[in-house]
């Protein structure tokens, strides 16, 4: 069959002339400086965007994460974004070790606006950029790459001469950034040339870093392609040690992460991205996934998510965005399994865990972190459908509402709910499980029904050397009711042989599994048999009873109420 797709019309990006590659061989070992641009890029990318007081409560919510440098907008651009950032400087909410980026087009006007935005404040990168790949040099501004590289440094030079006006102390509070626009698509050769005529302009300095960000503007190669620029880059830039490296990735072919994660082990210092991938078109890059992925590594990313449900609460309520449930880490369906051999995994892990010391290496299946580390909980970790196996409809019963289902039990209970579930052809709520587990094995009152029971401790023991019992009940069996009696070395071994009298089939129990549920005076014993009939079929039964001897008699009426 003939393509109806043109792929002629696409060409791949060339390669990176870069030989001795290091990237592939290192790991990430530390937390790089985070800057998110929620406040710019991604509010940017809304479609309506946030009003000041949204953003000053975004700005507190970043805060407390512990982003150390935000980007906090646009102020030539907008009244709104101005003021803004004179309520974040005139209401002194930007703590001293936090520094605001603005980001402006290298035009005098607009720069001179910016530095009055950014007045008093105690620490501000300055981020000007300009678009620098064929494309844009011939669509955007049709301009030679010399005189694209005129735009850059002329936009530096308005920068230092707006601030000669300012007191030492002042210009000490600025740093340059500088973003070659379009990195991804911009000849690397290029791309070095114009920061590095951007930074002859500036000055190196040791002590105050011109940061070089390096942007997938549009993301449009793997992400080891991105890797060999950022290592290229970083061996040819002049005065390495005066400059940081960052990245600022998008998410245009949906490997933002690992473009970010592999542009890192090539040499970035510095990440900007925004909360859960925020941003133009498919999204910036998202910062929540890439500090995660460090600490399911063992790194401390130094930023706190440890109550990410709140986090991911304010967002959505800032920003009228939602969260995709498969999102990592974050959504809904991140801690879920509906696989029965996944459910049966992640149960057995966690009942091992019990055990151990609480910091004890993770490896609990299926999960790539613990979920309560991130302010998860546990109860929805495991949901119900008809694909369900043995284990799940059990862990809920037991981590919801204290049932420890015996292991031997658990296929029964999986067949009734998934059969529930099929028929109803949805995933079946932890209510509803209980509901059903209740009604099969507890709340089932047929053939057999308890009216009254008694039972007396016989004076002496058997030949046996055990104590005796007697017991005596009014029971019914198919509506007929009918005294009972028999002896036995308990409540439970006298009622069954009580049963042995009535048209109830005859039986043997062959397990018995009992613990208490429940704390202080409601404290109940549950007790689970498996009765194994005449016929050889082997039936589980449920007793629930404040008294432990009744919980057990409960089980076995449980139990033959199978038969049937």
């Not at 002629?8 to 061989?25: D, L």
């Not at 196996?389 to 037991?398: D, N, R």
């Amino acid at each position: 069959m003939k393509a109806t797709m043109n792929a002629k019309k696409y060409q791949p990006i060339p390669a990176i002339p870069i030989v001795n590659r290091t990237w592939p061989s290192k790991s990430i070992t530390r937390a790089p400086v985070w800057c998110s641009v929620d406040l710019r890029d991604g509010n940017q990318a809304l479609i309506d965007p946030m009003g000041i007081d949204t953003k000053l409560a975004f700005f507190d919510l970043l805060v407390k994460v512990g982003f150390k440098e935000i980007e906090v907008g646009f102020p030539s651009a907008s009244d709104t974004e101005y003021e803004f950032i004179r309520r974040l400087i005139e209401e002194k909410r930007i703590p001293d070790d936090v520094t605001i980026q603005v980001l402006c087009q290298a035009r005098e006007k607009l720069v001179k606006r910016t530095m009055e935005s950014i007045k008093g404040a105690p620490s501000v990168i300055f981020h000007i950029y300009n678009s620098t790949s064929p494309a844009q040099r011939k669509y955007t501004f049709n301009k030679t790459k010399e005189e694209i590289i005129e735009i850059a440094t002329d936009g530096v030079k308005c920068i230092k001469d707006c601030m000669k006006d300012l007191s030492e102390d002042e210009r000490k509070k600025i740093r340059l950034e500088y973003s070659p626009e379009s990195f991804s698509m911009t000849e690397i050769d290029y791309a070095v040339e114009i920061c590095a005529a951007v930074g002859k302009e500036w000055g190196y300095d040791k002590d105050n870093k011109i940061i070089f960000n390096l942007p997938t503007t549009v993301e449009c190669a793997t992400a080891n392609v991105y890797a060999d620029q950022i290592e290229y880059f970083a061996q040819n830039i002049p005065c390495r040690e005066g400059v940081i490296i960052s990245t600022h990735c998008h998410n245009d072919r949906g490997s933002g992460v690992a473009s970010c994660e592999l542009g890192l082990l090539a040499g970035a210092d510095r990440v900007e991205g925004c909360l859960f991938g925020n941003g133009e078109r498919t999204g910036n890059l998202d910062i929540v996934t890439v500090a995660l992925n460090m600490f399911s590594q063992g790194v401390d990313p130094e930023l706190d998510f440890h109550n990410l449900p709140d986090i991911a609460d304010s967002y959505m309520e800032y920003t009228k965005m939602d969260i995709p449930p498969r999102t990592p880490y974050a959504g809904g369906l991140a801690y879920t399994a509906l696989s029965g051999g996944h459910q049966d995994a992640i149960a057995k892990g966690f009942a091992a865990r019990v055990k151990m010391d609480k910091d004890a290496i993770w490896d609990v299946p299926y999960l790539l972190i613990d979920p309560h580390d991130i302010g998860r909980q546990y109860e929805g970790i495991i949901r119900i459908n008809s694909q369900s196996g043995k284990g799940g409809a059990s862990f809920i019963l037991e981590h919801n509402y204290g049932y420890a289902i015996p292991k031997a039990m658990q296929p029964a209970i999986g067949d009734l709910i998934k059969a529930a579930s099929d028929k109803a052809q949805r995933e079946l709520q932890p209510e509803e499980i209980l509901d059903l587990f209740q009604k099969q094995w507890i709340g089932k009152k047929t053939p057999l029904a308890i009216l009254d029971l008694a039972q007396t401790h016989i004076e002496g023991k058997s030949q046996t050397g055990e104590e005796r019992v007697a017991v005596r009940a009014m029971v019914t069996w198919n509506g007929e009711q009918m005294s009972i009696g028999g002896k036995g070395n308990g409540p439970l071994d006298g009622f069954v042989s009580a049963l042995a009298t009535t048209p109830a089939p005859k039986f043997n129990i062959t397990a018995f599994h009992e613990h208490s549920v429940g704390q202080g005076s409601n404290t109940s014993a549950v007790a689970y048999v498996q009765v194994t009939v005449e016929d050889g079929r082997q039936l589980w039964g449920v007793g629930v009873s404040s008294n432990v001897g009744r919980a057990g008699i409960e089980a076995v009426v449980s139990a033959v109420n199978q038969t049937m």
